[in-house]
């Protein structure tokens, strides 16, 4: 039996299709923007790996374009063929998935909660939870299940840095702002590239006319962003916004031109068309 990096049974074939599959969750959570090539490199160390079809699915399913629906319903119908010998954990996934491809997003958050219910370690149906969440603007979902799960994590599992961003962003968007700011501030002390603590940072502080702060923390946390993917955009809108703000319009427009919206970016063009840049 193979188990992945927070302890959890894994249906896969070697210690190296485990590792591959950490690889790719630890990109995931981590918004870097090679994670789709992570997950290339473990369906090549492990083609019958039931997660990896899931995992290939519901990333497909975040760029919420209904052209995709083919390719997540051959995602499916893998895994479905591949999840008659796996766990129930896994079998809930691939049940998650079925219900965001039928668009019935309510059942998809509640396998997602009862997942980590029972599993408060599966980090991966934690952040598919609270990306959904979000687009779907349940704050009060996002809050109520990390707070769930925070109880059971501890400072030296991998991941906790996730559960502490996630919490922060929860807290701001229901207006718990010291809250926010601690968790931001937990979950950037143990990586300092967490761009989805430092987005929630920023929207507390942009919440709170915290202008000067904010244009502060983005540029001194920015040197750590490489690798990132396309949430980079948001981070330097967040940054055109406080300039807005301050009435600096023409660092408004050198953002605008250079950063989040430059066509000639190795992220616009990998993505050109990405609805949070549009």
Same mark, same amino acid.
């Given at each position: 039996m193979h188990r992945d990096a927070q302890g959890l049974e894994l249906t896969c074939a070697s210690e190296e299709a485990a590792h591959a599959f950490d690889h790719v969750v630890e990109g995931y959570i981590g918004n870097?923007?090679?994670?789709?090539?992570?997950?290339?490199? !473990?369906?090549?160390?492990?083609? @019958?790996? /039931?997660?990896?079809?899931?995992?290939?699915?519901?990333f497909t399913m975040g760029a919420f374009n209904a052209n995709n629906m083919d390719f997540i319903g051959k995602c499916i119908s893998d895994a479905q063929t591949l999840c008659s010998r796996a766990s129930e954990r896994e079998r809930a996934h691939l049940?998650?998935?079925?219900?965001?491809?039928?668009?019935?997003?309510?059942a998809t958050m509640a396998v997602w909660e009862q997942?980590?219910?029972?599993?408060?370690?599966?980090i991966l149906a934690f952040r598919l939870h609270h990306f959904l969440g979000f687009w779907l603007g349940k704050p009060e979902n996002?809050?109520?299940?990390?707070?769930?799960? !925070?109880?059971?994590?501890?400072? @030296?599992? /991998?991941?906790i840095g996730t559960i502490h961003a996630c919490r922060a962003?929860?807290?701001?968007?229901?207006?718990s702002y010291v809250i926010a700011e601690h968790a931001g501030f937990t979950a950037i002390s143990i990586d300092p590239g967490d761009v989805w603590a430092t987005h929630a940072i920023a929207?507390?502080?942009e919440m709170q006319g915290r202008r000067s702060e904010g244009l502060e923390l983005l540029k001194a946390l920015e040197k750590n962003w490489d690798g990132a993917n396309n949430l980079l955009h948001h981070l330097w809108w967040h940054q055109a916004l406080f300039h807005y703000d301050r009435r600096e319009f023409d660092a408004v427009l050198h953002l605008y031109d250079n950063n989040f919206r430059n066509p000639d970016s190795p992220l616009t063009q990998q993505m050109p068309d990405l609805y949070i840049d549009v």
């Open positions: 870097r923007n090679d994670t789709s090539q992570r997950l290339n490199a !473990l369906l090549a160390a492990d083609p @019958d790996c /039931p997660l990896a079809h899931v995992m290939r699915g519901a049940s998650a998935l079925e219900h965001w491809a039928a668009g019935d997003f309510d997942i980590c219910r029972q599993w408060p370690h599966d996002l809050m109520a299940n990390v707070e769930a799960v !925070l109880p059971h994590w501890s400072r @030296d599992l /991998p991941g962003f929860a807290h701001e968007e229901s207006g929207h507390n502080y």
